[in-house]
């Protein structure tokens, strides 16, 4: 009966402890089952995006680093079921690296590119800063006495602020009598130019022409008669724009390619060089324009004599203008004059012949 009751007694202990065992070792498994389903649909499902998070991070790090190593991190990491490497794949081409590296160099090299492209003007922008731009007029005093072979003068406060640079408004100690004579071109009017030039040809007189752009484009033959005759041929721009208001509003790229248009055309139509002389058209000017024109290699011609003769319904009395010009006459005088005018066209031979009768001689202004 012991017998009977031990064997019972260890046969439901072994049943105990083999119930027990086999539970825990089923939970064991379907926490490792558990374990790995849930792994399986993090890589599948929801956690794709964190994969594609992952490997976009590791796409972005790699490329600055200037690697592609994170193809493969991002196939070891994720599950086989995510196929990692179409997302490899599909991150890369949203982000590749050379994309990104192109990201990171761009800036630089834009910043480079811009920096060298207009190094100059950027400094002469900033350079020109410290002058002055206010807008002043060009104008002269006659001399006290006239007809007496005296020079005209311009205020002290002109004086220093034209000093610095390449200014002509006279000669300051002329070697002899010697007289400019200038001409504005900047439209042409009744074909009076060719009386100017007839006139000049016939007393062999030479003469500086200042003409615009347009005044070339719509009279080439005239400019290359001038030429072609000896007168020199100067720049008074392209669209005769007030200089000041265009360096305030535009910048002095604008300014200079209004000279550059008319030194080119001029090339081309003559295949001479235009020498760098510039007449600022209305004589307006400013202490930053004439800094800018300077740097640039430009000398600026002013005058010491003109008058109202531009106006042509209202043309002065050609013997009150003879009168007038010769009784400023003085050495190294530039006069200016227009070859609208018609009373011009009416006393030029008369002025020529009266002004050598005193002892001067006529010259090309110069650099």
Same mark, same amino acid.
């Given at each position: 009966?012991?017998?009977?009751?031990?064997?019972?007694l260890?046969?439901?202990?072994?049943?105990?402890?083999?119930?027990?065992?086999?539970?825990?070792?089923?939970?064991?498994?379907t926490?490792?089952?558990?374990t790995?389903?849930?792994? $399986?649909?993090?890589?599948? $499902?929801?956690?794709?995006?964190?994969?594609?998070?992952?490997?976009?991070?590791?796409?972005?790090?790699? $490329?600055?680093a200037?690697?592609?190593?994170?193809?493969?991190?991002?196939?070891t990491?994720?599950?086989?079921?995510?196929?990692?490497s179409?997302?490899?794949t599909?991150?890369?081409?949203?982000?590749?690296?050379?994309?990104?590296?192109?990201?990171?160099?761009t800036?630089?090299?834009?910043?480079?590119?811009?920096?060298?492209?207009?190094?100059?003007?950027?400094?002469?922008e900033?350079?020109?800063?410290?002058?002055?731009n206010?807008?002043?007029?060009?104008?002269f005093?006659?001399a006290?006495?006239?007809?007496?072979?005296?020079?005209?003068?311009?205020?002290?406060?002109?004086?220093?602020?034209?000093?610095?640079?390449?200014?002509?408004?006279?000669?300051?100690?002329?070697?002899?009598?010697?007289l400019?004579?200038?001409?504005?071109?900047?439209?042409?009017y009744?074909?009076?130019?060719?009386?100017?030039?007839?006139?000049?040809k016939?007393?062999?007189?030479?003469?500086?022409?200042?003409?615009t752009?347009?005044?070339?484009?719509?009279?080439?033959?005239?400019?290359?008669?001038?030429?072609?005759?000896?007168?020199?041929?100067?720049?008074?721009?392209?669209?005769?724009?007030?200089?000041?208001?265009?360096?305030?509003?535009?910048?002095?790229?604008?300014v200079?390619?209004?000279?550059?248009?008319?030194?080119?055309?001029?090339?081309?139509?003559?295949?001479?060089?235009?020498?760098?002389?510039?007449?600022?058209?209305?004589? $307006? !000017?400013s202490?930053r324009?004439?800094?800018?024109?300077?740097?640039?290699? !430009?000398?600026?011609?002013?005058?010491?004599?003109? !008058?109202?003769?531009?106006?042509?319904?209202?043309?002065?009395d050609?013997?009150?203008?003879?009168?007038?010009?010769?009784?400023?006459?003085h050495?190294?005088?530039?006069?200016?004059?227009?070859?609208?005018?018609?009373?011009?066209?009416?006393?030029?031979?008369?002025?020529?012949?009266?002004?050598?009768?005193r002892? !001067?001689?006529?010259?090309?202004?110069?650099?």
């Open positions: 009966m012991k017998t009977r009751l031990f064997c019972l260890c046969f439901t202990t072994l049943a105990i402890l083999f119930s027990f065992g086999l539970t825990g070792c089923l939970d064991v498994s926490g490792d089952t558990s790995s389903t849930q792994s $399986s649909t993090t890589g599948t $499902s929801a956690p794709t995006t964190a994969t594609t998070t992952a490997a976009t991070t590791t796409t972005t790090v790699a $490329s600055t200037g690697t592609t190593t994170h193809d493969t991190t991002t196939t990491v994720a599950p086989t079921t995510t196929k990692p179409t997302t490899a599909t991150t890369t081409s949203e982000t590749p690296p050379s994309a990104s590296t192109a990201t990171t160099t800036p630089a090299s834009s910043t480079t590119t811009g920096s060298a492209s207009q190094p100059t003007m950027s400094g002469d900033k350079w020109l800063d410290q002058f002055d206010n807008k002043t007029g060009w104008y005093q006659p006290a006495k006239l007809g007496e072979d005296q020079p005209a003068t311009v205020p002290s406060s002109v004086l220093k602020l034209i000093e610095p640079f390449h200014v002509l408004w006279q000669e300051p100690e002329p070697a002899g009598k010697i400019y004579l200038t001409f504005d071109e900047g439209y042409e009744k074909e009076l130019s060719d009386v100017v030039l007839n006139v000049l016939e007393k062999k007189v030479v003469a500086s022409f200042f003409i752009g347009s005044y070339l484009r719509h009279n080439p033959e005239r400019v290359q008669r001038m030429a072609e005759d000896g007168h020199l041929v100067l720049n008074h721009t392209d669209t005769h724009p007030n200089l000041v208001d265009l360096l305030a509003t535009q910048g002095s790229d604008a200079l390619e209004e000279l550059r248009l008319v030194e080119t055309a001029f090339t081309e139509l003559t295949g001479r060089q235009m020498p760098r002389i510039i007449r600022p058209p209305e004589g $307006s !000017y202490e324009v004439l800094a800018l024109l300077d740097r640039a290699g !430009y000398t600026v011609a002013f005058w010491s004599f003109a !008058y109202r003769d531009w106006l042509t319904d209202e043309q002065p050609p013997q009150q203008a003879l009168d007038k010009i010769l009784g400023n006459l050495p190294g005088s530039v006069i200016l004059l227009h070859a609208v005018s018609a009373t011009n066209g009416v006393i030029l031979p008369e002025l020529i012949d009266t002004a050598r009768a002892g !001067y001689t006529f010259e090309l202004v110069h650099e």
